[in-house]
């Protein structure tokens, strides 16, 4: 299949939906039978995932009041958003920056239509029903064009989604055609050397969310997810595990989180 014929997922709650498995690892509500019991299921391997989905939601912030703070981006792309919880992207930005702008990106119908009702009213958002598989899709629909100037700045966010795909190079690529010298990409990205228990419980895990809406495309090494970064250059502390990105309290080095987080810089 092309990447300009990937299509939208239908409306279906019997197929668990990976943003709505996150959603219930972060102890919220908007989720479904099916995806709690894929969750559990997710949960009875690796029962560690609640503390990644937590600390992979706390990198995101410390990223984004990076981005919005000290680095002075004002428009974000968010893609595979999933569903709002606590410390969005447009709250953590707007709190540093009223006016900043924030596009979320999902493929998940049912997703973007419980995105679009919490959201309702926000100032300077939009939810964009797209697959990242279709990076052209997203930087050129509409509704992101209204809201993110090309010319200017912009943070490209890929959090805990590129390792379901296979064509991750591809897809950031795009992004960094789209994105201003000065632009940033921050991203998490599952790694094997990050998993407790190694390969059997990847494995395991990978069995239940190839049964998802977002079947897992692979876990890449250190050195290929360093490759996504081609054309930026790395903020401080560099590529590390999730934990360890510019934490909030002293995180344990030899703490194994699933996760690698990076941020970088989009070079002239």
């Not at 709650?13 to 943003?19: D, G, K, L, R």
């Not at 600390?55 to 002075?72: D, I, T």
């Not at 279709?134 to 809201?147: E, F, K, M």
């Not at 296979?166 to 795009?174: C, F, G, K, N, Q």
Request: proline share 7%.
């Amino acid at each position: 299949m092309t990447a300009e014929a990937w299509p939208l997922r239908a409306h279906d709650v019997s197929t668990p939906s990976t943003a709505r498995m996150y959603d219930y690892y972060l102890g919220g509500k908007d989720n479904y039978a099916s995806d709690r019991e894929a969750a559990e299921q997710v949960l009875a391997s690796a029962p560690e995932i609640r503390r990644v989905a937590t600390e992979n939601r706390a990198f995101l912030g410390r990223a984004v009041q990076f981005l919005a703070g000290p680095a002075g981006i004002r428009q974000f792309i968010d893609v595979g958003a999933g569903l709002p919880t606590r410390g969005n992207v447009h709250e953590v930005a707007q709190q540093a920056c009223p006016e900043a702008r924030i596009a979320y990106v999902d493929h998940d119908r049912v997703v973007c239509a419980h995105a679009r009702a919490l959201l309702s009213g926000t100032a300077n958002v939009q939810v964009i029903e797209a697959d990242m598989h279709d990076p052209r899709s997203i930087l050129n629909h509409q509704g992101l064009r209204t809201l993110i100037d090309p010319d200017q700045p912009v943070a490209a966010l890929f959090i805990s989604v590129l390792h379901f795909t296979s064509d991750a190079s591809r897809i950031v690529t795009e992004f960094r055609r789209f994105m201003a010298p000065g632009s940033y990409l921050a991203l998490s990205h599952g790694v094997p050397e990050e998993v407790p228990g190694g390969s059997q419980s990847a494995a395991k895990v990978k069995e239940v969310y190839d049964r998802s809406t977002s079947p897992t495309g692979s876990f890449r090494t250190r050195e290929e997810i360093l490759g996504l970064f081609e054309g930026f250059d790395l903020a401080e502390p560099g590529l590390v595990p999730v934990p360890a990105w510019r934490p909030d309290h002293p995180a344990d080095p030899d703490e194994r989180v699933w996760l690698l987080a990076g941020v970088g810089r989009r070079t002239a």
